[in-house]
């Protein structure tokens, strides 16, 4: 459903502040109803971008009720609530969290099951206040349209929690054709209208539909065949993305069981919708993401959704990590299985730096933070990604991916909570894992080792004897240890355990150097991660245009490294948003004199360069920046494309550029 790559598409929220029309945090509050069906029949017109629409909700009350409340876009305006009686009701509007007050006009008892049906309409253009703040969830053109789940588009309770059964009737003009979730029905034509139906019989979150006009693309890849409605420029990706997504459907079989979707429907959104976003059996791309080239990262996140919250989801959104962290791991295993081990520690890496941006709040506690905010991603999908990393290497990969298939067909089409995991997972393992997920999921912060050891000889060879110390004193977790020697090396797992461990290693040939953690494999803190993630949160500030905040992260990191080519890029970069060119040249040149980590730096530096002489008239100069970065022969982010263009016409500042 949600995309941790959302977090590109220009949020303008960070941290749990609520933000003037944006859906607020979602308290784990105890739920008053069980929704268990819709029946939703909507009239959708793209030439006035509008819908009509009555909507049945059937659920059951779990306390004894007097009124009961449902979120709806504030867009759309109801015009009459009935119960099953076909009683009018009172209905009051809360414009500032999207909610609709129903009030019964006799008690609800608890546990009897009602009906109340809402009928209203409304224009969605896609330019209204989205729900949630800055990202469009719903449009409706004249040639295209998508409502999905987070717009509101029918009356929601219990938000990506409560899981439902639907009947879903979608009436367009004729020359439409309707996308939607579950069995579909031919379409019933009506003068120049055509009626598409969709029953979804199995509970989980249907409420998603797309219009499009004219025939998909059909590709045919390892036996699965994917629908793909792309447009314009992206349409000629349309047969790369189809075969993409066979292809990963084969391969995330293979690791969660039968996929509950095996052929797709792929379709394209519009800018400013989220990257990306997953429905049973439909993935939803926008034209950003679709891009010149297949964007596996997303995709592979989408496509694993289908296990991963169409299948099963969490109870509430404490337990979202489970959805969001293994949707975000699942693109790490692909890399893992295109590019190998080494791209997948890098990728492993690159989240534990974003996971640590957030650290005054556990995994359990992600319900505290915005959806779809920076910190909410952070938590729930990386920090969540890289604690399905550690359980994985603290059971073993057969184990891990043993119990990961048990749990999906154990819990499939129901929610799930963080101890059913756990519990499938021990189940597998025969041991106690509860240390790891009080640890990981329960508390929060990150241990910092230090590492200090002694050699001696013995008469067998040689003997490591040493502690492990770090600061959290509830800390237990296996932790690997690897030794170099003059022959071959050891290595051994050792069970690090409050603040300070002892181990002792012998060894035959003679240890020349002793790594604690060698692969990365545990989230930690260390001098060059406090470094990383002071940048990270400056990037997060930037996002939202608070560069005071930002430089004073940058300045964090350069507190612990002085020549932290990335810290002075991104500095200078800040300057350049701010016009400061003198600056901003200053701290490019000091980026080009530090450690060039990573490399593409220097180029960038210099077409950055190149650009604040042509803003101060400096053409010769500016000529000798670009003309230095060709020489780089550093293409990353499409840099020589951007020296031959600024070679043929110097940068104006009008055109707003930035990497």
């Not at 009051?92 to 909610?99: E, I, K, P, S």
């Not at 496509?303 to 991963?308: K, L």
């Not at 999908?381 to 550690?390: E, P, Q, R, S, T």
């Not at 490294?561 to 200078?572: E, G, I, L, T």
């Amino acid at each position: 459903m949600k995309s941790p790559n959302a977090k590109t598409t220009g949020i303008l929220v960070l941290g749990i502040l609520a933000a003037a029309g944006s859906g607020l945090a979602q308290d784990d509050k105890s739920p008053r109803i069980d929704v268990d069906s819709y029946t939703i029949d909507v009239q959708i017109n793209p030439d006035t971008q509008t819908l009509t629409a009555r909507a049945a909700v059937r659920f059951v009350p779990l306390e004894q009720l007097s009124d009961v409340s449902f979120e709806l876009n504030n867009a759309l305006t109801v015009s009459r609530v009935t119960d099953d009686k076909g009683q009018n009701l009172q209905s009051l509007r809360n414009q500032a969290d999207n909610t609709v007050r129903v009030v019964l006009p006799n008690a609800l008892p608890k546990g009897q099951p009602a009906v109340l049906t809402f009928n209203y309409d409304g224009r969605l253009t896609g330019s209204e206040d989205s729900p949630i703040y800055g990202i469009k969830f719903a449009a409706i053109q004249n040639d295209y349209a998508f409502l999905l789940y987070p717009s509101r588009w029918f009356p929601i309770s219990g938000y990506t929690a409560d899981r439902f059964t639907s009947k879903i009737n979608v009436t367009v003009p004729q020359g439409f054709s309707v996308i939607g979730s579950g069995i579909d029905s031919k379409p019933v034509a009506k003068g120049d209208l055509n009626t598409f139906s969709f029953d979804f019989i199995k509970p989980s979150f249907p409420g998603d539909i797309a219009i499009q006009k004219g025939p998909p693309v059909k590709n045919s890849t390892s036996g699965l065949t994917t629908a793909l409605w792309f447009r314009g420029a992206e349409s000629g990706m349309a047969n790369a993305y189809g075969a993409a997504t066979a292809e990963m459907m084969e391969y995330f079989t293979g690791l969660f069981g039968l996929a509950p979707y095996a052929n797709m429907n792929v379709i394209e959104m519009t800018g400013g919708a989220p990257n990306g976003y997953a429905a049973p059996g439909m993935i939803f791309l926008s034209p950003q993401a679709i891009g010149k080239e297949v964007n596996a990262s997303v995709l592979a996140n989408q496509v694993a959704r289908q296990w991963w919250e169409v299948q099963v989801s969490p109870v509430n959104r404490n337990h979202m990590w489970l959805e969001n962290g293994m949707a975000l791991y699942s693109e790490a295993l692909w890399t893992e299985k295109e590019k190998g081990a080494t791209a997948l520690e890098q990728r492993m890496k690159d989240l534990s730096v974003t996971a640590l941006t957030v650290d005054n709040v556990p995994l359990i506690q992600t319900a505290r933070l915005e959806d779809y905010s920076p910190e909410y991603w952070a938590l729930s999908a990386d920090k969540g990604a890289v604690v399905m990393g550690m359980l994985r290497s603290t059971m073993g990969d057969a184990k891990f991916f043993e119990a990961i298939k048990a749990f999906l067909q154990k819990y499939a089409w129901k929610s799930v909570t963080t101890e059913d995991f756990r519990k499938s997972c021990e189940a597998v393992t025969g041991g106690d894992l509860h240390y790891f997920f009080i640890q990981w999921v329960e508390s929060n912060g990150a241990p910092e080792f230090k590492l200090e050891y002694t050699i001696f000889r013995t008469q067998k060879g040689f003997r490591v004897q040493g502690k492990i110390s770090q600061d959290l004193d509830t800390f237990r977790m296996p932790v690997d240890l690897h030794i170099e020697t003059e022959g071959n090396p050891e290595d051994k797992r050792i069970e690090v355990m409050g603040t300070s461990s002892e181990f002792s290693v012998d060894t035959f040939g003679k240890p020349k150097k002793v790594t604690l953690d060698p692969d990365n494999k545990v989230l930690r803190m260390s001098p060059d991660m406090r470094v990383a993630v002071a940048i990270r949160r400056g990037e997060q500030f930037v996002q939202i245009s608070e560069f005071p905040e930002a430089l004073k992260e940058y300045q964090r990191a350069l507190d612990t490294q002085k020549n932290s080519s990335m810290a002075h890029y991104r500095v200078a970069e800040v300057f350049f948003l701010q016009h400061n060119y003198q600056a901003a040249a200053n701290e490019f040149r000091e980026a080009m004199n530090g450690d060039l980590k990573p490399k593409w730096i220097e180029v960038w530096s210099h077409i950055y360069l190149g650009k604040i002489f042509d803003i101060s008239g400096q053409m010769e100069r500016a000529v000798n920046e670009y003309t230095q970065a060709q020489r780089t022969r550093d293409n990353t982010q499409g840099a020589q494309d951007e020296v031959a263009k600024y070679l043929r016409q110097p940068f104006k500042t009008a055109s707003k550029e930035a990497v």
